[in-house]
């Protein structure tokens, strides 16, 4: 008996030829979601409402949403589009809705060079710190606290921990949520570098000692910290220096601009809505990879939406085209 191990090119290519099935039937079977679509919508992601008119004006919501994705897959199994949607926990929102739940990012858009540790190592022509332990599992900041710029944070700094100490711990997003509150506004959003600022102060406990609650709430730190931060690197705005970063350094904190990113589910997401405008930048992530598939290069790119968004919680973003102001504001931390 011959057993076949498939590579990770091989699986997703498996991936999306299921999807497109998958997407040809939905086509057919929910063109006109019905009441049990909606009802198994709302019992998969707790959606409850508090009037009967608050849930017949989110039915209708959904029920174009899934016309919207089903037109929008129909072009992708065309070739039209570069990237599929799915149905996911926002499909009750208009995008309006989507785009408030999304703050512009505070902080000032920094113009620091490259540190010459990075400029002095030649980067590989792709990257991914997935495969060498150094990314860990996707988070759910939750859909009422606009976290993610601390989720990005400790994202960097637990990859900076793998790779420096060989030591895998998640850290915790909700202390910086609940303490770092001089210039970050916890769950009304937040700034990456101020972030980074407050662990090298402060330091920064485990996530099993401070769990995440996705509110805010009064600030609780222990005494100690897993990790000891001596600077924070911004890196210069371009895509190539993003690129010299993550493929030298390790996974890298950025801003960029998320309103269209809505119901993305795979594929290279290229789409001229996403605009490349720093006044923009609404949501943070973690840059985790980068490469080249059949021609195309691109980012991958780990969000806090939890696993049941886009690929397992990932985002695959085209890259060298400006796409959602990607490069326009990076940082990482370097630790002690």
Not at 53 to 78: G, L, S, W
Not at 193 to 202: D, M, N, P, Q, S
């Amino acid at each position: 008996m011959c057993i076949y191990i498939l590579g990770k090119k091989q699986t997703r290519k498996i991936k999306m030829k299921l999807f497109i099935l998958f997407a040809t039937a939905l086509l057919v079977v929910t063109a006109h979601p019905t009441q049990q679509d909606w009802t198994s919508f709302k019992a998969k992601h707790g959606k409850s409402y508090t009037t009967l008119e608050e849930e017949r004006v989110r039915f209708e919501i959904f029920q174009d949403n899934v016309q919207k994705i089903n037109t929008h897959n129909a072009r992708y199994e065309a070739g039209l589009e570069t990237y599929a949607m799915a149905v996911n926990k926002f499909a009750d929102l208009i995008p309006k809705e989507f785009g408030a739940m999304l703050r512009r990012i505070n902080g000032p858009i920094p113009r620091t060079t490259l540190t010459s540790h990075v400029q002095s190592i030649t980067a590989p022509e792709a990257m991914d710190w997935r495969q060498t332990n150094a990314v860990l599992e996707v988070k759910d900041q939750g859909d009422d606290c606009d976290s993610s710029w601390a989720f990005s944070s400790t994202g960097a700094l637990e990859g900076q921990n793998a790779i420096k100490n060989n030591v895998i711990v998640p850290l915790s997003a909700q202390q910086l949520v609940d303490c770092d509150s001089e210039v970050n506004k916890g769950c009304d959003g937040g700034d990456i570098l101020t972030a980074f600022e407050y662990v090298i102060k402060h330091g920064l406990n485990s996530e099993d000692e401070y769990p995440y609650e996705a509110v805010d709430g009064s600030c609780r730190a222990k005494s100690g910290s897993v990790v000891q931060v001596k600077e924070v690197v911004s890196v210069e705005a371009t895509e190539s220096a993003l690129r010299d970063t993550v493929g030298t350094v390790g996974p890298v904190s950025i801003a960029l601009y998320s309103d269209p990113f809505q119901f993305y589910f795979d594929g290279v997401f290229d789409d001229t809505s996403c605009f490349n405008d720093a006044d923009l930048l609404n949501h943070s992530v973690l840059v985790v990879a980068y490469g080249n598939e059949n021609g195309t290069e691109y980012w991958d790119v780990k969000n806090s939406w939890g696993v049941e968004w886009g690929n397992d919680g990932y985002m695959r973003v085209v890259r060298n085209k400006g796409m959602c102001g990607i490069g326009l504001y990076s940082a990482y931390p370097i630790l002690a």
